[in-house]
């Protein structure tokens, strides 16, 4: 069960009117299908996180790794209890426009009770690109009005709350996304971005990626993973990427979903400076290339607890453009995903509320459509030899 916010004042929520999305499991007819898992009646602060895992493990995909066996451990598990957890959040707009605070607070809770006891390190980050977004200047995770049960309640807050305890922080990229650098191997301890010059043909992309210290002293590159200046090496494995996008239209591209969330790794001004700017390859399918170039997500976390159906009316969602949903899903397949949440959560909905639905549907692959760029996204990661699909014959959805 799900609410339309039709309006609200002194940040309290008012007049909802209920919006039933039944999800459905899905068999998929092959047996190499992409898997899907989708928790519905959550509002992120509550144990929603908790049923995703025991929906994983229950399907064989524990989310911890161990070499402990159990429901939700074992060796093919995702998050070994010594990792350093990159959680990709979207931060360039407040309200109902960014990630989900309740649903990062959660994420971040489950990691820290890892079974084999936590003993690695949490990141939070995003680059609102120092540019456009809420205020005009590029992205916060410190807005005064956020994504949550208790409005108040900013990413910073949440982070907050943890590293009394733990090794837990954030970084906004925004802070150097102009800033060029070299690797922490070539001798460059200063926190950047690392700018391939070359372009990529396919999509006329140029790579770029932060690489940065954190303050408790890993230093991070989002493509090598952890250095190690003891052996002047990387430890590629240690660092994990959970990425947390918020399911919206886009006034440009149609929808932002796991893929369209990855415009928040490279330096769009390193890049326009270029003549090369990455936002303007996203339709090309930019967004796979940076994927399949840097760093695939080890798991994509769909936030579709509040997600804005008026066609292109995002990235922007305030409160009164929302529509509750109440549902999370999860996938190691950033094309799958973002397949099945623009068909089966933002579509509905937006035809629900009386709207076309030309932009959203991933089934629309005219030029520069939303279904062309995704399926350019995920040729760009099949190059690399990823094996992800838009294909429904080939998604499996399990439901809880």
Not at 3 to 23: A, F, H, R
Not at 63 to 90: C, R, W
Not at 160 to 187: C, P, R
Not at 219 to 241: C, N, T
Request: hydrophobic share 35%; proline share 4%.
């Amino acid at each position: 069960m799900g609410y339309i916010y039709l309006g609200y004042s002194d940040e309290s929520i008012q007049d909802l009117i209920p919006v039933n999305l039944k999800i459905k499991p899905i068999k998929a007819a092959v047996d190499d299908a992409s898997e899907i898992f989708v928790v519905t009646g959550t509002n992120g602060a509550d144990n929603g996180v908790d049923r995703l895992i025991d929906l994983m493990g229950d399907n064989g995909q524990p989310f911890y790794k161990s070499s402990k066996e159990n429901v939700a451990q074992g060796s093919d598990g995702f998050i070994a209890s010594n990792d350093v957890v990159l959680i990709k959040v979207n931060s360039q707009w407040g309200e109902r426009g960014g990630t989900n605070t309740d649903l990062v607070s959660s994420i971040i809770r489950v990691i820290l009770d890892h079974p084999d006891g936590w003993k690695g390190e949490i990141i939070v980050a995003d680059n609102g690109q120092a540019q456009y977004g809420g205020a005009g200047r590029g992205g916060s995770l410190d807005w005064p009005l956020n994504n949550a049960v208790n409005k108040g309640q900013s990413i910073q807050d949440v982070v907050d709350m943890y590293a009394a305890h733990t090794k837990v922080s954030t970084y906004l990229w925004d802070e150097i996304t102009s800033n060029v650098v070299q690797e922490f191997a070539e001798g460059d301890a200063e926190d950047g971005y690392v700018v391939k010059t070359m372009v990529i043909s396919t999509t006329g992309t140029i790579v770029s990626y932060p690489k940065f210290t954190t303050k408790y002293g890993s230093q991070v590159s989002l493509k090598w993973g952890i250095y190690r200046p003891e052996i002047d090496d990387y430890d590629v494995d240690k660092l994990k990427v959970i990425n947390v996008p918020v399911l919206k239209t886009h006034m440009i591209f149609g929808v932002t979903g796991a893929i369209k969330n990855y415009m928040g790794v490279p330096s769009d001004k390193l890049t326009a400076g270029l003549g090369y700017r990455a936002h303007h390859t996203v339709d090309k399918g930019g967004m796979g290339t940076l994927m399949a170039q840097t760093r695939v997500p080890t798991l994509n976390i769909i936030d579709a607890i509040h997600i804005n159906a008026i066609p292109k009316d995002g990235p922007k969602t305030p409160y009164t453009n929302a529509t509750e949903t109440d549902i999370v899903a999860a996938s190691t397949d950033p094309v799958a995903i973002d397949y099945w949440a623009s068909k089966n959560i933002l579509c509905r909905v937006c035809e629900e509320k009386g709207y076309g639905i030309s932009t959203l549907d991933p089934d629309n692959t005219a030029e520069k459509e939303f279904g062309y760029w995704l399926r350019a996204s995920m040729d760009e990661l099949n190059s690399e030899g990823w094996g992800f699909t838009r294909d429904p014959a080939r998604i499996t959805v399990y439901v809880d």
